[in-house]
Protein backbone atom coordinates (compact mmCIF):
# COMPACT_ATOMS: atom_id res chain seq x y z
CA UNK A 1 0.00 0.00 0.00
CA UNK A 2 1.37 3.46 -0.86
CA UNK A 3 2.29 5.64 1.72
CA UNK A 4 -0.05 8.76 1.62
CA UNK A 5 1.53 12.09 2.24
CA UNK A 6 -0.35 15.24 3.03
CA UNK A 7 1.01 18.38 2.22
CA UNK A 8 1.02 21.94 4.66
CA UNK A 9 1.73 25.27 2.79
CA UNK A 10 1.87 25.71 -1.22
CA UNK A 11 4.96 27.21 -1.19
CA UNK A 12 8.85 26.43 -3.14
CA UNK A 13 9.33 23.48 -0.48
CA UNK A 14 5.25 21.93 -0.90
CA UNK A 15 5.76 21.81 -4.89
CA UNK A 16 8.97 20.45 -4.54
CA UNK A 17 7.20 18.01 -2.73
CA UNK A 18 4.80 17.48 -5.29
CA UNK A 19 6.77 16.92 -7.68
CA UNK A 20 8.91 14.98 -5.62
CA UNK A 21 6.22 12.29 -5.34
CA UNK A 22 5.88 11.43 -8.45
CA UNK A 23 9.78 10.13 -8.98
CA UNK A 24 8.53 7.75 -5.37
CA UNK A 25 6.50 5.00 -6.63
CA UNK A 26 5.18 3.98 -3.39
CA UNK A 27 3.73 7.42 -2.54
CA UNK A 28 0.75 9.21 -2.87
CA UNK A 29 -0.59 12.75 -2.35
CA UNK A 30 -3.82 12.63 -0.40
CA UNK A 31 -4.26 16.52 -0.14
CA UNK A 32 -2.95 19.74 0.05
CA UNK A 33 -3.83 22.00 2.96
CA UNK A 34 -3.83 25.37 3.00
CA UNK A 35 -4.19 28.80 5.44
CA UNK A 36 -5.70 31.09 2.21
CA UNK A 37 -9.10 30.52 0.78
CA UNK A 38 -8.68 26.52 -0.78
CA UNK A 39 -10.44 27.90 -3.91
CA UNK A 40 -7.74 30.59 -4.73
CA UNK A 41 -4.88 27.91 -5.21
CA UNK A 42 -4.31 25.82 -8.20
CA UNK A 43 -2.22 23.02 -7.29
CA UNK A 44 -0.16 20.51 -10.03
CA UNK A 45 -1.46 16.81 -9.66
CA UNK A 46 -4.78 16.09 -11.06
CA UNK A 47 -7.48 14.50 -8.38
CA UNK A 48 -5.77 15.66 -5.65
CA UNK A 49 -8.01 18.17 -3.26
CA UNK A 50 -7.13 21.71 -1.86
CA UNK A 51 -8.33 21.45 1.62
CA UNK A 52 -8.21 24.11 3.98
CA UNK A 53 -6.52 23.86 7.38
CA UNK A 54 -9.47 24.24 9.45
CA UNK A 55 -10.38 21.21 8.18
CA UNK A 56 -7.01 19.06 8.70
CA UNK A 57 -8.54 16.88 11.09
CA UNK A 58 -10.81 15.27 9.13
CA UNK A 59 -7.69 13.64 7.36
CA UNK A 60 -6.08 12.26 10.46
CA UNK A 61 -7.20 8.69 9.18
CA UNK A 62 -6.29 8.95 5.70
CA UNK A 63 -2.84 10.72 5.95
CA UNK A 64 0.52 8.65 7.22
CA UNK A 65 2.61 11.37 6.92
CA UNK A 66 2.05 15.19 6.65
CA UNK A 67 5.25 17.48 5.13
CA UNK A 68 5.07 20.94 7.36
CA UNK A 69 6.16 23.43 4.92
CA UNK A 70 6.24 26.43 6.45
CA UNK A 71 9.01 29.00 7.34
CA UNK A 72 11.55 28.21 10.66
CA UNK A 73 11.18 31.56 11.74
CA UNK A 74 7.06 31.64 13.04
CA UNK A 75 5.50 28.71 10.95
CA UNK A 76 7.19 25.33 12.48
CA UNK A 77 7.92 26.16 16.16
CA UNK A 78 4.34 26.38 16.35
CA UNK A 79 2.97 23.56 13.54
CA UNK A 80 5.45 21.05 14.31
CA UNK A 81 3.97 20.60 17.86
CA UNK A 82 0.96 21.30 16.87
CA UNK A 83 0.02 18.56 14.21
CA UNK A 84 2.70 16.00 15.76
CA UNK A 85 -0.72 15.63 18.24
CA UNK A 86 -2.61 13.64 15.39
CA UNK A 87 0.08 13.44 12.39
CA UNK A 88 3.10 11.72 11.98
CA UNK A 89 5.16 15.12 10.33
CA UNK A 90 8.48 15.97 9.02
CA UNK A 91 9.78 19.25 8.99
CA UNK A 92 12.80 21.32 7.68
CA UNK A 93 13.38 23.79 10.62
CA UNK A 94 16.83 24.90 10.31
CA UNK A 95 17.24 27.68 12.93
CA UNK A 96 20.22 26.03 14.18
CA UNK A 97 20.19 27.72 17.39
CA UNK A 98 16.76 26.71 18.47
CA UNK A 99 16.74 22.89 17.51
CA UNK A 100 17.27 21.97 21.16
CA UNK A 101 13.94 23.59 22.30
CA UNK A 102 12.21 22.55 19.20
CA UNK A 103 13.04 19.02 19.51
CA UNK A 104 11.81 19.28 23.12
CA UNK A 105 8.80 20.40 22.63
CA UNK A 106 7.88 18.46 19.49
CA UNK A 107 9.31 15.28 21.25
CA UNK A 108 6.98 15.73 24.38
CA UNK A 109 3.84 16.27 21.91
CA UNK A 110 4.54 13.08 19.46
CA UNK A 111 5.29 10.74 22.62
CA UNK A 112 2.43 11.67 24.36
CA UNK A 113 0.23 11.20 21.25
CA UNK A 114 1.90 8.10 19.69
CA UNK A 115 3.37 9.82 16.41
CA UNK A 116 6.33 10.19 14.86
CA UNK A 117 7.86 13.42 14.14
CA UNK A 118 11.48 13.77 12.44
CA UNK A 119 12.45 17.41 12.56
CA UNK A 120 15.26 19.38 10.83
CA UNK A 121 15.24 17.74 7.81
CA UNK A 122 16.88 18.54 3.92
CA UNK A 123 20.45 19.28 3.25
CA UNK A 124 22.02 21.26 5.61
CA UNK A 125 20.76 20.52 8.41
CA UNK A 126 20.12 16.89 7.03
CA UNK A 127 22.76 15.30 4.47
CA UNK A 128 25.07 17.67 5.29
CA UNK A 129 25.01 16.98 8.81
CA UNK A 130 24.84 13.34 8.61
CA UNK A 131 28.29 13.73 7.02
CA UNK A 132 29.62 15.73 9.88
CA UNK A 133 28.68 13.44 12.18
CA UNK A 134 29.77 10.31 10.06
CA UNK A 135 33.39 11.81 9.49
CA UNK A 136 33.46 13.00 13.41
CA UNK A 137 32.90 9.26 14.33
CA UNK A 138 35.54 7.66 12.01
CA UNK A 139 38.58 10.67 12.62
CA UNK A 140 37.99 11.88 16.06
CA UNK A 141 41.05 13.48 15.83
CA UNK A 142 40.38 16.27 13.27
CA UNK A 143 38.69 19.23 11.76
CA UNK A 144 35.35 20.11 10.10
CA UNK A 145 34.82 22.60 7.00
CA UNK A 146 31.26 22.93 5.73
CA UNK A 147 31.35 25.64 2.80
CA UNK A 148 27.82 26.78 1.11
CA UNK A 149 27.32 27.72 -2.35
CA UNK A 150 27.54 28.62 -4.95
CA UNK A 151 23.78 29.89 -4.09
CA UNK A 152 21.01 32.22 -3.33
CA UNK A 153 21.27 33.32 0.06
CA UNK A 154 16.99 34.37 1.50
CA UNK A 155 18.13 36.57 4.15
CA UNK A 156 21.04 38.41 2.62
CA UNK A 157 18.90 39.05 -0.65
CA UNK A 158 16.42 40.47 1.79
CA UNK A 159 18.86 42.63 3.78
CA UNK A 160 19.86 43.77 0.15
CA UNK A 161 16.32 44.81 -0.83
CA UNK A 162 15.48 46.48 2.57
CA UNK A 163 18.41 49.20 1.37
CA UNK A 164 17.16 52.46 0.11
CA UNK A 165 17.10 52.80 -3.63
CA UNK A 166 16.99 49.35 -4.33
CA UNK A 167 13.67 47.94 -6.39
CA UNK A 168 15.26 44.51 -6.65
CA UNK A 169 18.17 42.14 -5.26
CA UNK A 170 19.64 38.99 -4.98
CA UNK A 171 22.75 37.51 -3.07
CA UNK A 172 24.71 34.91 -3.97
CA UNK A 173 27.07 32.77 -1.68
CA UNK A 174 30.24 31.73 -3.29
CA UNK A 175 32.82 29.54 -1.50
CA UNK A 176 36.34 30.53 -2.20
CA UNK A 177 38.19 28.02 -4.76
CA UNK A 178 41.55 28.62 -3.02
CA UNK A 179 40.36 28.03 0.55
CA UNK A 180 38.71 24.78 -0.89
CA UNK A 181 41.76 23.27 -2.10
CA UNK A 182 43.74 23.99 1.04
CA UNK A 183 40.72 22.35 2.99
CA UNK A 184 41.39 19.26 0.65
CA UNK A 185 45.03 19.37 0.32
CA UNK A 186 44.72 18.62 3.90
CA UNK A 187 46.99 21.14 5.10
CA UNK A 188 43.95 21.90 8.09
CA UNK A 189 43.71 25.59 7.38
CA UNK A 190 42.77 28.32 9.84
CA UNK A 191 40.29 29.41 7.96
CA UNK A 192 38.32 32.91 8.88
CA UNK A 193 34.67 34.02 8.02
CA UNK A 194 36.37 35.99 4.83
CA UNK A 195 38.56 33.43 3.58
CA UNK A 196 35.87 31.05 3.08
CA UNK A 197 33.05 32.78 1.79
CA UNK A 198 32.46 35.79 -0.88
CA UNK A 199 29.32 37.30 -1.50
CA UNK A 200 27.83 38.48 -4.86
CA UNK A 201 25.10 40.90 -5.16
CA UNK A 202 22.58 41.75 -8.05
CA UNK A 203 20.80 44.79 -7.61
CA UNK A 204 18.26 46.35 -9.64
CA UNK A 205 18.36 50.44 -8.67
CA UNK A 206 15.19 52.39 -8.11
CA UNK A 207 15.41 55.14 -11.11
CA UNK A 208 17.97 58.14 -10.29
CA UNK A 209 19.53 55.94 -7.30
CA UNK A 210 23.04 56.56 -5.97
CA UNK A 211 24.29 53.44 -6.94
CA UNK A 212 27.62 54.47 -4.75
CA UNK A 213 26.24 54.75 -1.97
CA UNK A 214 23.89 51.37 -2.66
CA UNK A 215 27.24 49.81 -2.69
CA UNK A 216 28.59 51.25 0.21
CA UNK A 217 25.36 50.72 2.44
CA UNK A 218 25.74 47.05 1.10
CA UNK A 219 29.03 46.28 2.02
CA UNK A 220 29.32 47.52 5.23
CA UNK A 221 26.28 46.28 6.31
CA UNK A 222 27.07 44.70 9.99
CA UNK A 223 26.30 40.73 10.16
CA UNK A 224 25.56 40.46 6.89
CA UNK A 225 28.34 41.51 4.65
CA UNK A 226 31.17 43.68 6.68
CA UNK A 227 33.09 40.13 7.11
CA UNK A 228 33.06 39.30 3.40
CA UNK A 229 34.56 40.37 0.62
CA UNK A 230 31.20 41.33 -1.29
CA UNK A 231 30.63 42.75 -5.26
CA UNK A 232 27.97 44.40 -5.59
CA UNK A 233 26.80 44.44 -9.71
CA UNK A 234 23.69 46.85 -10.92
CA UNK A 235 21.86 45.38 -13.29
CA UNK A 236 18.21 45.82 -15.54
CA UNK A 237 14.99 44.22 -14.26
CA UNK A 238 15.12 42.40 -17.48
CA UNK A 239 18.68 40.93 -16.82
CA UNK A 240 17.31 40.27 -13.13
CA UNK A 241 14.25 38.14 -14.59
CA UNK A 242 16.44 36.56 -16.81
CA UNK A 243 19.45 35.60 -15.08
CA UNK A 244 18.80 35.57 -11.60
CA UNK A 245 15.26 33.55 -11.19
CA UNK A 246 16.93 30.01 -10.42
CA UNK A 247 17.27 28.32 -7.65
CA UNK A 248 20.61 26.41 -7.84
CA UNK A 249 22.42 25.79 -4.66
CA UNK A 250 24.75 23.69 -2.74
CA UNK A 251 27.84 23.11 -0.71
CA UNK A 252 30.67 20.89 0.98
CA UNK A 253 31.67 19.00 3.79
CA UNK A 254 34.82 18.11 4.75
CA UNK A 255 36.64 16.52 7.65
CA UNK A 256 40.31 16.15 7.80
CA UNK A 257 41.52 14.30 10.10
CA UNK A 258 44.75 11.78 11.29
CA UNK A 259 45.38 8.18 12.55
CA UNK A 260 48.29 6.26 13.43
CA UNK A 261 50.50 6.49 16.90
CA UNK A 262 51.60 10.06 16.35
CA UNK A 263 48.69 11.27 13.61
CA UNK A 264 51.51 10.36 11.12
CA UNK A 265 48.63 9.66 8.93
CA UNK A 266 46.22 12.22 7.22
CA UNK A 267 42.66 11.78 5.83
CA UNK A 268 40.19 14.06 3.44
CA UNK A 269 36.69 13.08 3.60
CA UNK A 270 34.33 15.43 1.33
CA UNK A 271 31.20 15.42 0.74
CA UNK A 272 29.43 18.16 -1.70
CA UNK A 273 26.08 19.08 -3.38
CA UNK A 274 25.73 20.45 -6.83
CA UNK A 275 21.85 21.26 -6.76
CA UNK A 276 19.97 22.81 -9.60
CA UNK A 277 17.00 23.68 -7.40
CA UNK A 278 17.66 23.49 -3.48
CA UNK A 279 13.92 23.54 -2.86
CA UNK A 280 13.18 20.18 -5.11
CA UNK A 281 16.41 18.55 -3.28
CA UNK A 282 15.21 19.60 0.09
CA UNK A 283 12.02 17.93 -0.86
CA UNK A 284 13.11 14.69 -2.31
CA UNK A 285 15.34 14.73 1.39
CA UNK A 286 12.17 15.36 2.98
CA UNK A 287 10.05 12.52 1.22
CA UNK A 288 12.57 10.20 2.28
CA UNK A 289 12.89 10.46 5.44
CA UNK A 290 8.61 10.13 5.21
CA UNK A 291 9.10 6.84 4.38
CA UNK A 292 11.08 6.02 7.33
CA UNK A 293 8.85 7.91 9.38
CA UNK A 294 5.76 5.57 8.28
CA UNK A 295 8.22 2.72 8.98
CA UNK A 296 9.26 3.93 12.47
CA UNK A 297 5.18 4.27 13.41
CA UNK A 298 4.34 1.00 12.07
CA UNK A 299 6.48 -0.67 14.61
CA UNK A 300 5.51 2.09 17.25
CA UNK A 301 9.02 3.64 17.69
CA UNK A 302 7.37 7.40 18.27
CA UNK A 303 8.58 10.91 19.48
CA UNK A 304 10.76 13.21 17.90
CA UNK A 305 14.16 11.84 15.54
CA UNK A 306 16.38 13.96 13.44
CA UNK A 307 18.56 12.38 10.75
CA UNK A 308 20.80 10.99 13.15
CA UNK A 309 18.14 8.75 14.96
CA UNK A 310 17.20 6.66 11.10
CA UNK A 311 18.91 3.80 10.32
CA UNK A 312 19.39 4.57 6.18
CA UNK A 313 18.27 0.73 5.44
CA UNK A 314 14.73 2.78 6.99
CA UNK A 315 15.16 5.71 3.95
CA UNK A 316 14.91 2.82 1.12
CA UNK A 317 11.78 1.53 -0.77
CA UNK A 318 13.73 -1.77 -0.95
CA UNK A 319 14.28 -4.74 1.34
CA UNK A 320 17.03 -5.46 3.50
CA UNK A 321 18.60 -8.28 1.10
CA UNK A 322 17.82 -5.80 -1.97
CA UNK A 323 20.16 -3.05 -0.59
CA UNK A 324 23.06 -5.58 0.31
CA UNK A 325 23.03 -7.27 -2.54
CA UNK A 326 22.91 -3.88 -4.79
CA UNK A 327 24.32 -1.32 -2.66
CA UNK A 328 26.84 -2.53 0.04
CA UNK B 1 32.94 2.62 31.70
CA UNK B 2 35.43 2.23 28.52
CA UNK B 3 34.47 -0.32 26.02
CA UNK B 4 36.77 -3.51 25.79
CA UNK B 5 37.81 -4.62 22.54
CA UNK B 6 39.70 -7.93 21.51
CA UNK B 7 41.60 -8.12 18.26
CA UNK B 8 41.91 -11.23 16.42
CA UNK B 9 44.45 -11.55 14.23
CA UNK B 10 47.66 -8.87 13.62
CA UNK B 11 48.12 -7.85 10.39
CA UNK B 12 47.71 -4.26 8.56
CA UNK B 13 44.49 -3.62 9.77
CA UNK B 14 44.62 -5.11 12.99
CA UNK B 15 47.51 -2.90 14.08
CA UNK B 16 45.50 -0.52 12.63
CA UNK B 17 42.59 -1.11 15.00
CA UNK B 18 45.69 -1.34 18.19
CA UNK B 19 46.69 2.51 17.56
CA UNK B 20 43.00 3.98 16.42
CA UNK B 21 41.71 2.72 19.81
CA UNK B 22 44.34 5.13 21.08
CA UNK B 23 42.49 7.81 19.26
CA UNK B 24 38.90 6.91 21.26
CA UNK B 25 38.89 7.78 24.91
CA UNK B 26 35.89 5.46 25.73
CA UNK B 27 37.77 2.34 24.28
CA UNK B 28 40.42 0.25 25.74
CA UNK B 29 42.31 -2.65 24.13
CA UNK B 30 41.92 -5.92 26.21
CA UNK B 31 43.90 -8.45 24.48
CA UNK B 32 44.90 -9.38 20.74
CA UNK B 33 44.65 -13.20 20.22
CA UNK B 34 47.00 -15.03 17.45
CA UNK B 35 46.84 -17.97 15.73
CA UNK B 36 50.66 -18.05 16.30
CA UNK B 37 52.63 -18.76 18.86
CA UNK B 38 51.73 -15.76 21.30
CA UNK B 39 55.35 -15.54 22.75
CA UNK B 40 56.62 -14.78 18.73
CA UNK B 41 53.98 -11.20 18.62
CA UNK B 42 54.76 -8.25 19.72
CA UNK B 43 52.50 -6.16 20.39
CA UNK B 44 52.67 -1.95 20.79
CA UNK B 45 50.55 -1.56 23.38
CA UNK B 46 52.29 -1.83 26.79
CA UNK B 47 50.11 -3.85 29.54
CA UNK B 48 48.15 -5.95 26.86
CA UNK B 49 48.39 -9.54 26.16
CA UNK B 50 48.99 -11.58 23.38
CA UNK B 51 46.45 -14.67 23.87
CA UNK B 52 46.44 -17.86 21.67
CA UNK B 53 42.79 -17.97 19.96
CA UNK B 54 43.04 -21.47 21.90
CA UNK B 55 42.02 -19.62 24.79
CA UNK B 56 39.96 -16.96 23.88
CA UNK B 57 36.80 -18.58 25.44
CA UNK B 58 38.33 -17.31 29.02
CA UNK B 59 37.90 -13.98 27.75
CA UNK B 60 33.86 -14.45 27.03
CA UNK B 61 33.09 -11.98 29.73
CA UNK B 62 36.25 -9.73 29.59
CA UNK B 63 35.40 -8.45 25.92
CA UNK B 64 32.14 -6.47 24.87
CA UNK B 65 33.44 -6.45 21.28
CA UNK B 66 35.99 -8.90 19.32
CA UNK B 67 37.65 -7.24 15.77
CA UNK B 68 37.50 -9.98 13.32
CA UNK B 69 40.29 -8.95 11.24
CA UNK B 70 41.11 -12.05 8.80
CA UNK B 71 40.58 -12.26 5.58
CA UNK B 72 37.29 -12.29 3.22
CA UNK B 73 38.36 -15.30 1.03
CA UNK B 74 38.83 -18.08 3.85
CA UNK B 75 39.00 -16.58 7.07
CA UNK B 76 36.00 -14.40 7.99
CA UNK B 77 33.22 -16.74 6.03
CA UNK B 78 34.40 -19.03 8.74
CA UNK B 79 35.42 -16.73 11.75
CA UNK B 80 32.50 -14.71 12.09
CA UNK B 81 30.38 -17.03 12.53
CA UNK B 82 32.18 -18.95 15.01
CA UNK B 83 32.85 -16.31 17.39
CA UNK B 84 29.16 -14.91 17.09
CA UNK B 85 28.36 -17.49 19.49
CA UNK B 86 30.49 -16.29 22.17
CA UNK B 87 31.54 -12.52 21.83
CA UNK B 88 29.86 -9.18 19.54
CA UNK B 89 31.91 -9.25 16.30
CA UNK B 90 32.80 -6.61 13.42
CA UNK B 91 34.05 -7.70 10.41
CA UNK B 92 35.35 -6.18 6.93
CA UNK B 93 34.20 -8.98 4.89
CA UNK B 94 34.28 -7.43 1.05
CA UNK B 95 33.13 -10.83 -0.98
CA UNK B 96 30.39 -8.36 -2.45
CA UNK B 97 29.00 -11.68 -3.97
CA UNK B 98 28.82 -13.97 -1.19
CA UNK B 99 27.80 -10.77 1.19
CA UNK B 100 24.08 -12.43 1.31
CA UNK B 101 24.64 -16.06 2.55
CA UNK B 102 27.68 -14.53 4.81
CA UNK B 103 25.02 -12.54 6.41
CA UNK B 104 22.54 -15.43 6.84
CA UNK B 105 25.04 -17.40 8.50
CA UNK B 106 26.21 -15.02 11.14
CA UNK B 107 22.79 -13.56 11.83
CA UNK B 108 21.36 -17.41 12.25
CA UNK B 109 24.43 -17.41 14.55
CA UNK B 110 24.17 -14.08 16.54
CA UNK B 111 20.48 -14.58 17.33
CA UNK B 112 20.49 -17.56 18.50
CA UNK B 113 23.00 -16.71 21.08
CA UNK B 114 21.87 -13.12 21.45
CA UNK B 115 25.00 -11.48 20.13
CA UNK B 116 25.31 -8.81 17.95
CA UNK B 117 27.55 -9.19 14.79
CA UNK B 118 28.30 -5.98 12.41
CA UNK B 119 29.57 -7.48 9.30
CA UNK B 120 31.05 -5.63 6.03
CA UNK B 121 32.71 -2.53 7.63
CA UNK B 122 35.25 -0.34 6.41
CA UNK B 123 34.83 2.16 3.60
CA UNK B 124 33.67 -0.08 0.59
CA UNK B 125 31.75 -2.23 1.78
CA UNK B 126 30.97 0.79 4.53
CA UNK B 127 31.00 4.05 4.03
CA UNK B 128 30.74 4.56 -0.16
CA UNK B 129 27.58 1.27 0.87
CA UNK B 130 26.55 4.24 2.92
CA UNK B 131 26.85 7.01 0.18
CA UNK B 132 24.94 5.19 -2.33
CA UNK B 133 22.48 3.96 -0.21
CA UNK B 134 21.40 7.79 0.74
CA UNK B 135 21.67 9.09 -2.59
CA UNK B 136 19.38 6.48 -4.31
CA UNK B 137 16.84 7.17 -1.39
CA UNK B 138 17.14 10.83 -2.20
CA UNK B 139 17.42 10.67 -6.48
CA UNK B 140 15.34 7.92 -6.92
CA UNK B 141 15.75 8.90 -10.63
CA UNK B 142 19.49 8.96 -11.11
CA UNK B 143 22.80 7.13 -12.02
CA UNK B 144 25.63 6.13 -9.65
CA UNK B 145 28.98 5.96 -10.39
CA UNK B 146 32.17 4.22 -7.80
CA UNK B 147 35.44 5.10 -8.63
CA UNK B 148 38.30 3.72 -6.40
CA UNK B 149 41.86 4.72 -6.30
CA UNK B 150 44.27 6.22 -6.31
CA UNK B 151 45.44 2.97 -4.71
CA UNK B 152 46.93 0.10 -4.29
CA UNK B 153 45.03 -3.18 -5.66
CA UNK B 154 46.21 -5.96 -3.69
CA UNK B 155 44.58 -8.82 -6.07
CA UNK B 156 46.32 -7.20 -8.75
CA UNK B 157 49.50 -6.88 -6.89
CA UNK B 158 49.26 -10.50 -6.25
CA UNK B 159 48.44 -11.02 -10.11
CA UNK B 160 51.82 -9.49 -11.46
CA UNK B 161 53.85 -11.44 -8.84
CA UNK B 162 53.07 -14.43 -10.00
CA UNK B 163 54.15 -12.96 -13.99
CA UNK B 164 57.22 -15.57 -14.69
CA UNK B 165 60.55 -12.94 -14.01
CA UNK B 166 58.65 -11.01 -12.02
CA UNK B 167 60.33 -10.42 -8.46
CA UNK B 168 58.28 -8.31 -6.61
CA UNK B 169 55.05 -5.56 -8.51
CA UNK B 170 52.64 -3.47 -7.45
CA UNK B 171 49.63 -1.89 -9.25
CA UNK B 172 47.89 1.10 -8.65
CA UNK B 173 44.45 1.77 -9.72
CA UNK B 174 44.42 4.90 -11.11
CA UNK B 175 40.32 7.07 -11.77
CA UNK B 176 40.64 8.40 -15.02
CA UNK B 177 40.52 12.23 -14.45
CA UNK B 178 38.49 12.83 -17.26
CA UNK B 179 36.00 10.66 -16.57
CA UNK B 180 35.68 12.14 -12.91
CA UNK B 181 34.70 15.61 -14.61
CA UNK B 182 32.36 14.27 -17.02
CA UNK B 183 30.14 12.37 -14.10
CA UNK B 184 30.64 15.66 -11.97
CA UNK B 185 29.66 17.99 -14.83
CA UNK B 186 26.38 15.85 -14.68
CA UNK B 187 26.19 14.76 -17.76
CA UNK B 188 25.11 11.12 -17.31
CA UNK B 189 28.23 9.59 -19.28
CA UNK B 190 27.73 5.95 -20.12
CA UNK B 191 31.96 4.89 -18.65
CA UNK B 192 33.07 1.71 -20.06
CA UNK B 193 35.25 -0.24 -17.96
CA UNK B 194 38.62 1.07 -19.74
CA UNK B 195 37.38 4.60 -19.66
CA UNK B 196 36.54 4.78 -15.40
CA UNK B 197 39.79 3.16 -14.61
CA UNK B 198 43.80 2.74 -15.64
CA UNK B 199 45.85 0.42 -13.82
CA UNK B 200 49.75 1.72 -13.33
CA UNK B 201 52.14 -1.26 -12.40
CA UNK B 202 55.64 -1.38 -10.99
CA UNK B 203 57.55 -4.09 -11.41
CA UNK B 204 60.93 -5.25 -9.60
CA UNK B 205 62.13 -7.83 -12.65
CA UNK B 206 64.79 -10.83 -11.59
CA UNK B 207 68.01 -10.51 -13.12
CA UNK B 208 67.89 -11.38 -16.88
CA UNK B 209 64.07 -11.43 -16.90
CA UNK B 210 62.45 -10.70 -20.31
CA UNK B 211 60.98 -7.19 -19.84
CA UNK B 212 59.04 -7.38 -22.83
CA UNK B 213 57.50 -10.11 -22.28
CA UNK B 214 56.59 -9.34 -18.77
CA UNK B 215 54.82 -6.53 -19.99
CA UNK B 216 53.34 -8.17 -23.02
CA UNK B 217 51.98 -11.05 -20.24
CA UNK B 218 50.68 -8.45 -17.15
CA UNK B 219 48.81 -6.63 -20.24
CA UNK B 220 47.09 -9.44 -21.57
CA UNK B 221 46.00 -10.84 -18.87
CA UNK B 222 42.69 -11.61 -19.01
CA UNK B 223 39.99 -9.92 -15.95
CA UNK B 224 42.89 -8.83 -14.64
CA UNK B 225 44.59 -6.17 -17.05
CA UNK B 226 43.09 -6.80 -20.45
CA UNK B 227 40.24 -4.51 -19.91
CA UNK B 228 42.45 -1.52 -19.19
CA UNK B 229 44.87 0.62 -20.29
CA UNK B 230 47.72 -0.77 -18.26
CA UNK B 231 51.20 0.80 -18.02
CA UNK B 232 53.79 -1.21 -16.75
CA UNK B 233 57.52 0.71 -15.71
CA UNK B 234 60.38 -1.74 -14.09
CA UNK B 235 62.11 -0.25 -10.90
CA UNK B 236 64.99 -1.52 -8.40
CA UNK B 237 64.37 -3.60 -5.41
CA UNK B 238 65.55 -0.01 -3.17
CA UNK B 239 63.53 2.07 -5.53
CA UNK B 240 60.15 -0.63 -4.93
CA UNK B 241 61.15 -0.39 -1.33
CA UNK B 242 61.64 3.25 -1.24
CA UNK B 243 58.62 4.85 -3.47
CA UNK B 244 56.00 1.73 -3.05
CA UNK B 245 55.52 0.90 0.72
CA UNK B 246 52.80 3.01 1.41
CA UNK B 247 49.14 2.17 2.19
CA UNK B 248 47.34 5.10 0.26
CA UNK B 249 43.85 4.44 -1.30
CA UNK B 250 41.02 6.48 -1.75
CA UNK B 251 38.11 6.75 -4.25
CA UNK B 252 34.61 8.40 -5.52
CA UNK B 253 31.02 7.59 -5.13
CA UNK B 254 28.93 10.08 -7.21
CA UNK B 255 24.89 10.15 -7.36
CA UNK B 256 23.79 12.49 -10.03
CA UNK B 257 20.47 12.64 -10.50
CA UNK B 258 17.09 14.46 -11.68
CA UNK B 259 13.80 16.13 -10.04
CA UNK B 260 10.86 18.04 -11.37
CA UNK B 261 7.69 16.95 -13.28
CA UNK B 262 9.92 16.70 -16.31
CA UNK B 263 13.51 15.75 -15.01
CA UNK B 264 13.83 18.99 -15.60
CA UNK B 265 16.48 19.59 -12.73
CA UNK B 266 20.06 18.48 -12.36
CA UNK B 267 21.80 17.21 -9.12
CA UNK B 268 25.21 16.04 -8.42
CA UNK B 269 26.18 14.08 -4.75
CA UNK B 270 29.79 13.43 -4.82
CA UNK B 271 31.65 12.06 -1.62
CA UNK B 272 35.63 11.13 -2.08
CA UNK B 273 38.05 9.28 0.50
CA UNK B 274 41.51 10.89 0.28
CA UNK B 275 43.72 8.22 2.50
CA UNK B 276 47.07 8.14 3.86
CA UNK B 277 46.92 5.02 4.94
CA UNK B 278 43.87 2.45 3.84
CA UNK B 279 43.94 -0.25 6.85
CA UNK B 280 44.34 2.73 9.41
CA UNK B 281 40.92 4.44 8.19
CA UNK B 282 39.37 1.28 7.85
CA UNK B 283 40.01 0.52 11.10
CA UNK B 284 38.71 3.73 12.57
CA UNK B 285 35.09 2.56 10.33
CA UNK B 286 35.34 -0.60 12.59
CA UNK B 287 36.23 0.98 15.98
CA UNK B 288 33.04 3.36 15.15
CA UNK B 289 30.74 0.46 14.64
CA UNK B 290 32.16 -1.08 18.06
CA UNK B 291 30.67 1.56 19.58
CA UNK B 292 27.38 0.82 18.07
CA UNK B 293 27.99 -2.93 18.68
CA UNK B 294 28.47 -2.54 22.18
CA UNK B 295 25.07 -0.20 22.38
CA UNK B 296 22.99 -2.65 20.40
CA UNK B 297 23.98 -5.46 22.58
CA UNK B 298 23.13 -3.27 26.09
CA UNK B 299 19.65 -2.91 24.91
CA UNK B 300 19.28 -6.61 23.19
CA UNK B 301 19.05 -6.06 19.27
CA UNK B 302 20.81 -8.84 18.68
CA UNK B 303 21.36 -10.67 15.47
CA UNK B 304 23.92 -9.58 12.32
CA UNK B 305 23.51 -6.08 10.97
CA UNK B 306 25.04 -4.08 8.31
CA UNK B 307 25.88 -0.27 8.25
CA UNK B 308 23.06 0.03 6.48
CA UNK B 309 20.75 -0.96 10.06
CA UNK B 310 22.53 1.29 12.13
CA UNK B 311 21.60 4.90 13.05
CA UNK B 312 24.24 7.26 12.55
CA UNK B 313 24.12 8.31 16.57
CA UNK B 314 24.92 5.05 17.22
CA UNK B 315 28.53 5.67 16.34
CA UNK B 316 29.24 8.67 18.16
CA UNK B 317 30.75 8.95 21.88
CA UNK B 318 28.59 12.13 22.49
CA UNK B 319 25.06 12.05 23.62
CA UNK B 320 21.83 12.84 21.41
CA UNK B 321 21.96 16.24 22.95
CA UNK B 322 25.46 17.06 21.93
CA UNK B 323 25.21 15.89 18.31
CA UNK B 324 22.05 18.04 17.81
CA UNK B 325 23.85 21.18 19.30
CA UNK B 326 26.80 20.92 17.50
CA UNK B 327 27.01 18.71 14.09
CA UNK B 328 22.82 19.01 12.98
Not at 1 to 24: K, S
Not at 303 to 321: H, Q, R
Amino acid sequence: MAIRIGILGYGNLARGIEAGITHNKDMELVAVFTRRDPSSLQIKTAGVPVVSVNDILSYKDKIDVLMLCGGSATDLPKQTVEYAKDFNVIDSFDTHAKIPEHFAAVNEQALKNQKVAIISCGWDPGMFSINRLYSNCVLPDGKDYTFWGKGVSQGHSDAIRRVPGVKNGKQYTVPVESALEAVRSGSNPELTTRQKHTRVCYVVPEEGADKDLITKTIKEMPNYFSDYDTTVNFITEEEFARDHSGMAHGGFVFRTGTTGWNNENKHVIEYSLKLDSNPEFTASVLLAYARAASRLAAKSDFGCKTVFDIAPALLSPLSGEEIRAHLL
